[in-house]
């Protein structure tokens, strides 16, 4: 485990130099040819999302294979929710409808919680691809339920069935064509690491709602 978690360091490192050139020289071909006909900037997109996805891979990797102990602080919910989506590239955003009602604080490590959050936005927009642009749809929530609060991200793609829905915490499992299986392994792991779940609800067909349970800052333990 020793061998292969150095191999993985390694390797990860290796590839993210030339992946995050390939992103950023895309970005400035975007930028420079921003009149240019649709199918070369959709090309473009193309080609940076996909670079994306690779480096959002070694990632999963890199933190999957380390044991982060968690860096507790009060976080504002709401705003946090609006700040990571202040990043977030165009693509994403427009599908997005906010409902933030928590109004509180949670106990959190901001940036762990970044990184579960980004996995669960990521797969709701991929399968929100399946929907096409127009049709896609993303609704992210939150909401206070006594001494927890709910952060959730519905999406209305093509849903899972209840065997997918059963195994989608164990690593290495995908129903993907591109990816590794980790990132909700590693979601489950941040989710414990905060003394909190994440619960999962999906129709085939209709859609996925996954839902991270945070406790409130100043909540008192059972």
């Known amino acids: 485990l020793a061998a292969i ?16 050139t390939m992103v950023t020289s ?3 071909l975007r930028r420079s040819l921003k009149n240019a006909d649709e ?27 380390r044991k982060h102990a968690p860096v507790m602080s009060p976080v504002a919910i709401d705003r946090w929710v609006k700040q990571q989506l202040s990043e977030e590239d165009q693509e994403i955003a427009h599908l997005i409808t906010l409902k933030l009602d ?18 669960v936005l990521q797969n709701a927009a991929q399968a929100c691809e399946e929907r096409g642009k127009q049709s896609g749809q993303i609704i992210i929530s939150t909401q206070r339920l006594r001494d927890r609060v709910y952060l959730s991200v519905s999406d209305n793609g ?12 164990e690593p290495l499992f995908s129903t993907k064509a591109f990816g590794v299986g980790l990132g ?24 996925t709602t996954v839902s991270l349970v945070l406790p409130c800052a100043g909540a008192r333990k059972a």
């Open 39 to 65: 199918p070369v900037t959709g090309e473009l997109q193309r080609l940076q999302r996909n670079a994306w996805r690779c480096v959002r891979i070694i990632e999963d990797l890199l933190d999957f294979s």
């Open 102 to 119: 928590a109004g509180c604080d949670v106990l959190a490590d901001a940036e762990r919680l970044r990184q579960a959050f980004s996995n």
């Open 184 to 207: 909700m392994p590693l979601v489950k792991r941040i989710m414990e690491q905060h003394g909190g779940d994440v619960l999962i609800e999906s129709q085939k067909g209709v859609g």
């Open 26 to 28: 895309t970005d400035i």
């Open 158 to 169: 093509g849903g899972m069935s209840q065997d997918v829905a059963d195994r989608v915490f």
């Open 5 to 20: 978690g150095q191999i993985t360091a390694t390797v990860s490192h290796e590839l993210r130099n030339p992946l995050g």
